[in-house]
Each structure stands twice: as C-alpha cells, then as structure tokens.
T-cell receptor, first 112, second 112 residues
Framework: QKEVEQNSGPLSVPEGAIASLNCTYS??????FFWYRQYSGKSPELIMF????GDKEDGRFTAQLNKASQYVSLLIRDSQPSDSATYLC????????????FGQGTTLQVKP | KAGVTQTPRYLIKTRGQQVTLSCSPI?????VSWYQQTPGQGLQFLFE???????NKGNFPGRFSGRQFSNSRSEMNVSTLELGDSALYLC???????????FGPGTRLTVL
C-alpha cells in the first residue's frame, strides 16, 4: 500500500512567522510532488509543485524535496491569517502519472 | 479561463439508489480524474480518463464507474448507493494527466 504521511496538526503559528509543513511518502518511484491548499468547505487548490531534489521558491512559499529521504516539505514565510487552511501533500504513483496519492492533510492555524 | 465545473453541487439520495455526477474540464484539458473525499479516508483516487479511455483505476468496488465523452466532459456513476458513499466527490482536469491538476468545486453526496 503506497502511502503519504502528514501530521494532521493543527499546526499553530503566530502571524508573520514561518510555517513548516512536512510530508513523507513510501513510493520510491514517485517523480512528481504537489502541495494543495484546501479551505474549509472548498476544493483543493494547487499552490506548489516540485519534481527535482532541492528547493523551489514561489513568493512566500518554498517547497523542498529530498528523494533519498522520501521527504517533501512546504515552508510558508510571513504567515498570514488567510493562510489558515488544510495543506495536502500529493505524490504521483510510480508508473501512473495520472494517479495522485494524497496525505490526510495538515491543518494550519495562523493567529493574529 | 473558466474553471472545472461540476454538477450538481449537492445531492441527497437514499440507500439502493444510483447517482450520476457530471464534470466539465477546463477547455483544452484532456485528462479528467475523480476523487472521493471523506473525513476518515481523506482524498482517494477513483479513476482517470484520457481521450475517452479509462487510464487508471483506484481501489473502489465495481459500483463506481465512469466515462468520458469526445468533448472531454466526464460522468461518474455510483449504483446501489450505501451510507458509506456519502462524501465530497471531486473532479480534476489537466492537460495530459498527472500534473498540475485543477479541481472543480465538488459534488457533496449525502446518502440517507
């Protein structure tokens, strides 16, 4: 059973701090890694994707990938109350680019 | 660009009935994937269609089926509904499948 593991949280950070969200995956053949944000009652929204080892930055978001450790993380700098949501890590199943395996999500709370 | 649309947004059915959900992908997107989201199981992959062919299938019983039309619109059908089928059903589209998916708003199905 291929799995994606996330700490369910909630992760609580003060406004302006860095939020660090982590994810591990079991499928060594996975090549594509995604972070989705889901507000309560809404559908997931893609915020970051990463395919290669290392860091990828986009605005206040940085995705980090370490394939050897099977670890993906998302850093949110200068966290805002509007960042409060559930963050879903998703990984493609090896050999099946059309299938994503999702973690259970980490709930982030940013307190003013 | 217009996003992924799903109809209906809400459905209430009783056990034993069947239901058909519809998804219209973003214009130009040829891959449509379906996911089931529940509080206990999170997001789980149902199936993916590309150019009217089912390309991937998740671990759901045969009561769950789908199809894709020549205009890339997709439908999924659930027959003989069970209480456990109550969930948010999400459709996602992408250009070629597996990467950079956009989710629709979902159909909230309640089975009584």
């Amino acid at each position: 059973q291929k799995e994606v593991e996330q700490n369910s949280g909630p992760l609580s950070v003060p406004e302006g701090a860095i939020a660090s969200l982590n994810c591990t995956y079991s499928d060594r053949g996975s090549q594509s890694f995604f972070w989705y944000r889901q507000y309560s009652g809404k559908s997931p929204e893609l915020i970051m994707f990463i395919y290669s080892n290392g860091d990828k930055e986009d605005g206040r978001f940085t995705a980090q990938l370490n394939k050897a450790s099977q670890y993906v993380s998302l850093l949110i700098r200068d966290s805002q109350p509007s960042d409060s949501a559930t963050y879903l890590c998703a990984v493609n199943e090896s050999g099946n680019t059309g299938k994503l395996i999702f973690g259970q999500g980490t709930t982030l709370q940013v307190k003013p | 660009k217009a996003g992924v649309t799903q109809t209906p947004r809400y459905l209430i059915k009783t056990r034993g009935q069947q239901v058909t959900l519809s998804c219209s992908p973003i214009s130009g997107h040829r891959s449509v994937s379906w996911y089931q989201q529940t509080p206990g199981q999170g997001l789980q992959f149902l199936f993916e269609y590309f150019s009217e062919t089912q390309r991937n299938k998740g671990n759901f019983p045969g009561r769950f089926s789908g199809r894709q039309f020549s205009n890339s619109r997709s439908e999924m059908n659930v027959s003989t509904l069970e209480l456990g089928d109550s969930a948010l059903y999400l459709c996602a589209s992408s250009l070629e499948g597996g990467t950079l998916m956009d989710f629709g708003p979902g159909t909230r199905l309640t089975v009584l």
